[in-house]
């Protein structure tokens, strides 16, 4: 059976996968117990008045629903306070701790959350004999597992055999988050995963056929994340952990679209937001702003040193540590913005030590994948990557898709070693429409151009323009089959350069995420 016949069975398979009735979100009864105890009373009808997309509860709601992933889709236009008060209820259930800001809608909402509880008598206790019985009542537990079947032709130009391996996988990946908090306001995040996509082209990011899915841990469970971020003041975050990346460390994140494939995340996963997971520590700042619906200004710095949990890094001649002469990455991020939109620039130095100059391997980690006639020779030394991005998000859901907008540029020392990468860039485009022809669901759209080489050190040609056939794209459609169960089937394709070969890459997959 072809390829692309064997993907239109997919869907009909996972199909048996995924039930089709939706069920309701119990209600977190502790937190509603709390509720009930404001001294706010019920002074007139007008206080039932439908929430706008123009008013801050409404804004709130939607940011606590995307910063928390509580499985809770914003109605499209007004929606009524008892419709609020039930989705603040049920995005609070994957809070450890109410912050200011939440302790604010648990305000405005209290009369609507007196009155559900009031409806719901009786589950009190029984809801309370189970949480008497968790591992802890700090910690709150959420997870995510990914089905993924899928796969891609991959041809070379001039040749007629098929490159790609095309048969069709299945394959899966699972998250764990730990989300732990002391004071209300701090959190430990830890985060497990395992998954078994390292036998797969899904799981090299060789062609650009890596999903944001994919995990290569060989069905291992392994700690993913582990880091402590707290308040400082009311304007102040500050991060710091063994196992994290530079773009969590950020006072929000640079992009609004959700990607099939891993280097559409971040508005191009290349430049400044390129990095592995390590050891390290960052700090940010926010203005102050009377209504969060304003525009306001947020700088961001962190720092993370590859080989941080070694004396010795990569090589028993080499430094390891943090801090110290190692292999290391200081990000900055400077952005403005509201939730509607935002423009943010930030600026990466890498540094490499010294001994590794001469061996590409050594630096490659913190560099992206690039597409050169060359060879994929990454260059080594120290770099300096600078990265753009825009995002807007229409008023009200309907024709008009959310826009996100990526450019990266990166500059490497590469003056020990001949033929190698001096300078790559690298750009996107991502289209979102929310309640895509059903309320819940979505579309999503990219194309761009991967990291790819733009200036080549060489004897004969110093400004080697190497790789500019070089687009990629994807198209997808997140079917919403209930709260906790999303099927996306998906397209992708493009053209890449590797070692002087033209490769065309056309691929589909039907990707189901159970969310719990």
Not at 145 to 172: C, H, I, L, M, P
Not at 237 to 255: D, F, H, Q, R
Not at 489 to 501: E, I, K, R, S, Y
Request: charged letters at 20%; a negative charge.
């Amino acid at each position: 059976m072809k390829l692309f016949q064997q993907l239109l069975v997919a869907p009909a398979a996972l199909g048996l996968l995924a039930p089709m009735a939706a069920t309701a979100a119990d209600l977190n009864m502790n937190d509603v117990s709390g509720y009930s105890n404001s001294n706010r009373e019920i002074e007139s009808i007008s206080q039932f008045s439908d929430v706008y997309p123009t008013d801050w509860a409404y804004q709130a709601l939607s940011e606590l629903t995307e910063r928390y992933g509580c499985n809770a889709a914003t109605p499209s236009g007004a929606m009524t306070r008892y419709e609020a008060a039930a989705l603040l209820n049920q995005c609070l259930g994957n809070v450890a701790q109410i912050t200011s800001e939440e302790r604010r809608l648990i305000n405005e909402f209290a009369p609507e959350l007196a009155v559900i509880k009031g409806r719901i008598d009786g589950l009190e206790a029984r809801i309370g004999e189970f949480e008497a019985g968790a591992f802890s009542t700090t910690t709150k537990l959420t997870g995510k597992t990914t089905f993924v079947v899928g796969g891609f032709d991959r041809e070379t130009t001039g040749s007629t055999t098929d490159q790609g391996n095309a048969a069709v996988t299945f394959n899966y990946s699972t998250q764990l988050n730990l989300n732990t908090s002391f004071t209300g306001e701090d959190l430990l995040y830890t985060r497990i995963k395992t998954g078994n996509f390292d036998s797969t082209q899904f799981g090299s990011k060789t062609y650009g056929t890596y999903l944001s899915a994919s995990n290569a841990n060989a069905d291992a469970l392994k700690v993913d994340k582990i880091w402590y971020q707290f308040p400082v003041g009311e304007d102040f975050t500050v991060w710091a952990g063994p196992k994290i990346e530079n773009y969590y460390m950020l006072a929000s994140s640079p992009s609004i679209y959700k990607p099939v494939l891993k280097q559409f995340a971040l508005g191009g996963n290349a430049g400044a937001y390129a990095a592995s997971t390590d050891g390290g520590f960052g700090v940010a700042w926010t203005q102050p702003v009377e209504d969060r619906t304003q525009p306001r200004f947020a700088v961001s710095t962190n720092y993370v040193a590859k080989g941080a949990d070694s004396a010795s890094s990569l090589d028993s001649s080499e430094g390891g540590g943090i801090l110290t002469d190692t292999q290391a990455k200081w990000l900055t991020k400077v952005e403005y913005g509201s939730p509607r939109w935002q423009v943010s620039f930030a600026f990466a130095s890498e540094m490499c030590n010294e001994t590794n100059v001469g061996d590409a391997s050594k630096c490659k980690a913190w560099q992206e994948y690039y597409a050169t006639d060359k060879g994929n020779n990454a260059g080594t030394g120290n770099s300096k990557s600078y990265s753009a991005r825009a995002y807007w998000k229409p008023d009200e859901v309907g024709f008009l898709p959310a826009i996100q907008l990526g450019y990266d540029i990166r500059d490497i020392d590469a003056d020990n070693n001949a033929d190698s990468v001096e300078e790559t860039s690298s750009w996107m485009v991502g289209l979102i429409w929310d309640d895509a022809f059903v309320d819940g669901n979505k579309a999503g759209f990219a194309f761009g151009s991967r990291a790819h080489a733009t200036q080549i050190r060489s004897e004969n040609d110093s400004n080697d323009d190497d790789a500019d056939d070089n687009m990629v794209w994807e198209m997808y459609y997140d079917f919403k089959v209930s709260d906790n169960i999303t099927v996306t089937p998906a397209l992708f394709g493009g053209n890449d350069v590797q070692d002087g070969d033209q490769d065309d890459i056309f691929g589909g997959l039907v990707q189901t995420t159970f969310k719990f």
